[in-house]
């Protein structure tokens, strides 16, 4: 008789793997943190612009955290709860002012600011603009947090309190049940915002973020920006700890857990008009009326055709580094699903130091690498100072973003079907090749859009690692927008704009390409 | 009649729960055997020690006189054992067509294209889906989706089939249809059936013999006929004032 298996061993194989990867994930932020602290500071890092500049941060988060919450909760709600006219597009289409960089809305406003004839328009300044524009673009998270914690209330919840207390009792109790996750989710907006430096740069407010960015690309000091970068690191952890720690359950419970009767989106006389009113508005305000400042420019001095060539030019690097890092996270983020899927426990965990990680600033892994790329022989120059190098660190970078949405997907694979191909005797490459792949493919084919549009979102990371040559177009954008023509910079911009529609209408087609596949 | 399961003096803890406690519980070829017990007494779990799906902590357990598992050791992969198992959500793999889910079912025992497919043809013929050959579960109606489990399962000719509550979302007409298939087809091919249940009219359909499963342990098993005229369990009490209820 042989010993064919022996309860206890696959666990811990999946916690080694788990670990593995999670340090490949947070390995990026070492050198830093390695290199600062094991080096005498040359120069103070306390200097009154950046204790000031720090005050300026919070509040710049808590503003965001606040102003995305008053729009992305209710709407939320409406989107969850009610049927309205073309419901889809317009659910889906809230998630774009998140996949654009924030620079991008700020010239469309800095635009129609510098348009005599639109005097009348307030437009966003200083702090007031940053929190409104960072704001709107940080909507999405309590949008979709809300969204799909209302999706997670049971027909027959929401059934009962329609019948007994009628429509404000219906929204009442959803938003009960929904506002812890969409605090939540808010908070991690604001923390996200702390480390922008597109919106506070162009509004003219001296954010922490700014100065790191002034220290390694005004000053060339890496040594002082490093630091001020582990300060800000360390704020955010200050920040994101706590809120992982009384909500990660609920966030987890909310993102991750299917409701296999879900209540019907039901249609209300006038909710179900205040639903898209509202969508379309946020839409408007976030991203057509900054669109307009943008095609305001293009239109007066059309430079379509240098944009066109610039685009063209940037177009392969710009898919080598979003491409690669999609491939890479998405990868790592299989792997991890994977592993955690038999285990909540595992998944918290996992959980809780991705959103760590994320909420990390960019430049904290991006000048750590720099920093050793500096000093490394030339024969490492393909992992230092690579087309690699950039798509790794983007990959890992929005690791945790691909991780949440390969985890929901494998959360549907049910644990029966595994048990159906043992009892067959189906071979674990031959059920992984034949069912699981396919079923993730929907999920793996999304993560990697996803991810591919956050990372060009990345402008930090991206421009401190590009090998000399290569530029991606946003950074493109961003290195040409203060010394450029204006009808220049609005025509790239256009464009940019235009690829991440057609890639987020493309999106919108995924779910009916694969249910007429699978029919 | 040769016992093609005897399990004894299983023990299984899930968690910090103590599911199966000292199980002694035999099958024999060809029976047809109604698993009864009320929610969390273990069902399930003593399904999943049989099929190779978990481990006793302790106890043995024998499927056609060979020992399948001992004292937490699987010593007979669950492929191996003969046993076929229709799921309470049937397991279907959702993107695979009807044969294709048969297909696959048949990897594990390596046989040749030409085999495989008789063997497809054959049990889809036997379930009467040969027509949905090409169709995905998820377009299929429940009844279907029945058959194409039942399909899968018997591919494999198996000698004890496991329904572990399978027809529960069924309307009656359905369930007896597939209740009557089941029966023919066990008739026509002599495998022996398993059958978890609370179902009086499941058991009166496919049942000759009953077995009650209480806090992990087996307090009654009988031919169906004795306990219904001499119930001893509060359980087997129950099913038989259901069952005369029903008739």
Same mark, same amino acid.
């Given at each position: 008789?042989?010993?064919?298996?022996?309860?206890?061993?696959?666990?811990?194989?999946?916690?080694?793997?788990?670990?593995?990867?999670?340090?490949?994930?947070?390995?990026?932020?070492?050198?830093?943190?390695?290199?600062?602290?094991?080096?005498?500071?040359?120069?103070?890092?306390?200097?009154?612009?950046?204790?000031?500049?720090?005050?300026?941060?919070?509040?710049?988060?808590?503003?965001?955290?606040?102003?995305?919450?008053?729009?992305?909760?209710?709407?939320?709600?409406?989107? !969850?709860?009610?049927?309205?006219?073309?419901?889809?597009?317009?659910?889906?289409?809230?998630?774009?002012?998140?996949?654009?960089?924030?620079?991008?809305?700020?010239?469309?406003?800095?635009?129609?600011?510098?348009?005599?004839?639109?005097?009348?328009?307030?437009?966003?300044?200083?702090?007031?603009?940053?929190?409104?524009?960072?704001?709107?673009?940080?909507?999405?998270?309590?949008?979709?947090?809300?969204?799909?914690?209302?999706?997670?209330?049971? !027909?027959?919840?929401?059934?009962?309190?329609?019948?007994?207390?009628?429509?404000?009792?219906?929204?009442?109790?959803?938003?009960?049940?929904?506002?812890?996750?969409?605090?939540?989710?808010?908070?991690?907006?604001?923390?996200?915002?702390?480390?922008?430096?597109?919106?506070?740069?162009?509004?003219?407010?001296?954010?922490?973020?700014?100065?790191?960015?002034?220290?390694?690309?005004?000053?060339?000091?890496?040594?002082?920006?490093?630091?001020?970068?582990?300060?800000?690191?360390?704020?955010?952890?200050?920040?994101?700890?706590?809120?992982?720690?009384?909500?990660?359950?609920?966030?987890?419970?909310?993102?991750?857990?299917?409701?296999?009767?879900?209540?019907?989106?039901?249609?209300?006389?006038?909710?179900?008009?205040?639903?898209?009113?509202?969508?379309?508005?946020?839409?408007?305000?976030?991203?057509?009326?900054?669109?307009?400042?943008?095609?305001?420019?293009?239109?007066?001095?059309?430079?379509?055709?240098?944009?066109?060539?610039?685009?063209?030019?940037?177009?392969?690097?710009?898919? @080598?580094?979003?491409?690669?890092?999609?491939? @890479?996270?998405?990868?790592?983020?299989?792997?991890?699903?994977?592993?955690?899927?038999?285990?909540?426990?595992?998944?918290?965990?996992?959980?809780?130091?991705?959103?760590?990680?994320?909420?990390?600033?960019?430049?904290?892994?991006?000048?750590?690498?720099?920093?050793?790329?500096?000093?490394?022989?030339?024969?490492?120059?393909?992992?230092?100072?690579?087309?690699?190098?950039?798509?790794?660190?983007?990959?890992?970078?929005?690791?945790?973003?691909? &991780?949440? !949405?390969?985890?929901?997907?494998?959360?549907?694979?049910?644990?029966?079907?595994?048990?159906?191909?043992? @009892?067959?005797?189906?071979?674990?490459?031959?059920?992984?090749?034949?069912?699981?792949?396919?079923?993730?493919?929907?999920?793996?084919?999304?993560?990697?859009?996803?991810?591919?549009?956050?990372?060009?979102?990345?402008?930090?990371?991206?421009?401190?690692?590009?090998?000399?040559?290569?530029?991606?177009?946003?950074?493109?954008?961003? &290195?040409?927008?203060?010394?450029?023509?204006?009808?220049?910079?609005?025509?790239?911009?256009?464009?940019?704009?235009?690829?991440?529609?057609?890639?987020?209408? !493309?999106?919108?087609?995924?779910?009916?390409?694969?249910?007429?596949?699978?029919? | 009649?040769?016992?093609?399961?005897?399990?004894?003096?299983?023990?299984?803890?899930?968690?910090?729960?103590?599911?199966?406690?000292?199980?002694?519980?035999?099958?024999?070829?060809?029976?047809?055997?109604?698993?009864?017990?009320?929610?969390?007494?273990?069902?399930?779990?003593?399904?999943?020690?049989?099929?190779?799906?978990?481990?006793?902590?302790?106890?043995?357990?024998?499927?056609?006189?060979?020992?399948?598992?001992?004292?937490?050791?699987?010593? @007979?992969?669950?492929?191996?054992?003969?046993?076929?198992?229709?799921?309470?959500?049937?397991?279907?793999?959702?993107?695979?067509?009807?044969?294709?889910?048969?297909?696959?079912?048949?990897?594990?025992?390596?046989?040749?294209?030409?085999?495989?497919?008789?063997?497809?043809?054959?049990?889809?013929?036997?379930?009467?889906?040969?027509?949905?050959?090409?169709?995905?579960?998820?377009?299929?109606?429940?009844?279907?989706?029945?058959?194409?489990?039942?399909?899968?399962?018997?591919?494999?000719?198996?000698?004890?089939?496991?329904?572990?509550?399978?027809?529960?979302?069924?309307?009656?007409?359905?369930?007896?249809?597939?209740?009557?298939?089941?029966?023919?087809?066990?008739?026509?091919?002599?495998?022996?059936?398993?059958?978890?249940?609370?179902?009086?009219?499941?058991?009166?359909?496919?049942?000759?013999?009953?077995?009650?499963?209480?806090?992990?342990?087996?307090?009654?098993?009988?031919?169906?006929?004795?306990?219904?005229?001499?119930?001893?369990?509060?359980?087997?009490?129950?099913?038989?004032?259901?069952?005369?209820?029903?008739?």
């Amino acid at each position: 008789m042989t010993l064919m298996a022996q309860h206890g061993s696959k666990p811990m194989l999946r916690w080694v793997l788990l670990v593995i990867v999670l340090g490949i994930a947070a390995s990026p932020a070492l050198p830093l943190v390695v290199l600062t602290l094991g080096q005498e500071p040359t120069r103070s890092l306390w200097t009154d612009a950046f204790s000031k500049s720090t005050g300026s941060t919070l509040y710049l988060g808590a503003g965001v955290s606040v102003f995305s919450l008053v729009i992305g909760l209710p709407l939320g709600l409406l989107a !969850a709860l009610y049927r309205f006219p073309a419901r889809r597009p317009l659910i889906l289409f809230q998630a774009l002012p998140l996949l654009l960089p924030s620079f991008l809305l700020c010239i469309g406003w800095s635009n129609l600011a510098a348009a005599k004839w639109l005097w009348w328009l307030p437009t966003p300044d200083g702090l007031a603009g940053c929190v409104f524009v960072l704001g709107l673009q940080m909507m999405p998270l309590p949008f979709f947090a809300t969204w799909a914690a209302g999706h997670n209330l049971t !027909a027959s919840q929401i059934d009962s309190v329609r019948l007994h207390g009628g429509e404000r009792s219906v929204l009442t109790f959803s938003a009960r049940a929904c506002a812890p996750v969409a605090i939540l989710a808010a908070l991690l907006g604001g923390i996200l915002s702390l480390s922008d430096t597109g919106a506070p740069l162009i509004f003219g407010y001296r954010s922490a973020a700014v100065e790191i960015r002034t220290s390694f690309s005004a000053l060339f000091d890496y040594e002082l920006a490093g630091r001020q970068c582990l300060l800000l690191a360390g704020l955010a952890l200050l920040l994101i700890a706590p809120v992982l720690f009384v909500g990660l359950r609920l966030l987890a419970a909310a993102v991750l857990a299917r409701q296999t009767r879900p209540a019907m989106p039901y249609p209300h006389r006038a909710l179900s008009w205040v639903a898209p009113g509202g969508l379309l508005l946020v839409l408007i305000v976030g991203v057509v009326v900054p669109t307009l400042g943008l095609c305001w420019p293009a239109a007066e001095n059309p430079m379509i055709e240098r944009a066109a060539t610039k685009v063209t030019a940037t177009a392969g690097t710009t898919l @080598i580094f979003t491409g690669g890092a999609a491939v @890479i996270a998405v990868l790592f983020a299989t792997l991890i699903a994977l592993a955690t899927s038999a285990s909540a426990r595992g998944r918290l965990f996992v959980l809780a130091v991705l959103l760590l990680l994320l909420a990390m600033p960019p430049a904290l892994a991006a000048i750590g690498v720099s920093r050793i790329a500096t000093g490394a022989p030339p024969q490492l120059d393909w992992l230092m100072r690579s087309r690699l190098t950039v798509a790794l660190i983007l990959g890992l970078r929005f690791l945790p973003v691909a &991780t949440v !949405a390969m985890m929901f997907a494998t959360c549907g694979l049910s644990p029966s079907w595994r048990d159906a191909a043992r @009892i067959h005797g189906v071979s674990r490459v031959r059920m992984f090749v034949r069912v699981t792949l396919p079923y993730l493919s929907f999920a793996i084919v999304v993560s990697l859009l996803l991810v591919m549009v956050l990372a060009a979102t990345d402008i930090t990371t991206t421009h401190l690692l590009q090998p000399p040559g290569d530029q991606s177009l946003p950074v493109a954008i961003f &290195t040409v927008m203060a010394n450029s023509p204006e009808g220049l910079v609005a025509s790239l911009c256009l464009l940019y704009l235009l690829c991440v529609v057609l890639l987020l209408a !493309a999106a919108s087609q995924l779910p009916r390409l694969w249910s007429r596949r699978s029919a | 009649m040769t016992a093609l399961v005897r399990s004894r003096g299983l023990i299984c803890r899930l968690g910090n729960q103590l599911v199966l406690n000292g199980t002694d519980f035999d099958v024999a070829d060809h029976e047809s055997i109604a698993l009864l017990g009320s929610s969390g007494s273990g069902k399930s779990t003593l399904l999943r020690v049989i099929a190779g799906l978990e481990t006793a902590r302790q106890g043995e357990l024998a499927i056609d006189g060979k020992v399948a598992s001992h004292d937490g050791r699987i010593l @007979i992969p669950p492929h191996r054992r003969g046993i076929a198992m229709m799921f309470q959500d049937l397991a279907l793999w959702p993107n695979l067509t009807v044969a294709e889910n048969v297909r696959l079912g048949l990897s594990g025992l390596r046989l040749s294209r030409d085999q495989s497919q008789a063997r497809i043809e054959h049990a889809l013929d036997l379930c009467d889906i040969s027509e949905l050959a090409d169709r995905r579960p998820g377009t299929l109606s429940g009844g279907q989706q029945q058959r194409l489990a039942l399909a899968r399962a018997l591919a494999m000719r198996p000698k004890l089939l496991m329904l572990d509550e399978p027809l529960g979302g069924l309307d009656l007409i359905t369930k007896q249809a597939v209740l009557q298939q089941i029966a023919e087809l066990k008739a026509e091919l002599g495998f022996a059936v398993i059958l978890v249940t609370h179902d009086p009219v499941e058991v009166y359909s496919l049942c000759n013999s009953l077995a009650v499963l209480e806090n992990g342990r087996i307090v009654e098993q009988a031919a169906l006929d004795e306990i219904v005229a001499n119930p001893q369990s509060a359980l087997a009490k129950a099913f038989v004032r259901a069952m005369q209820c029903g008739e």
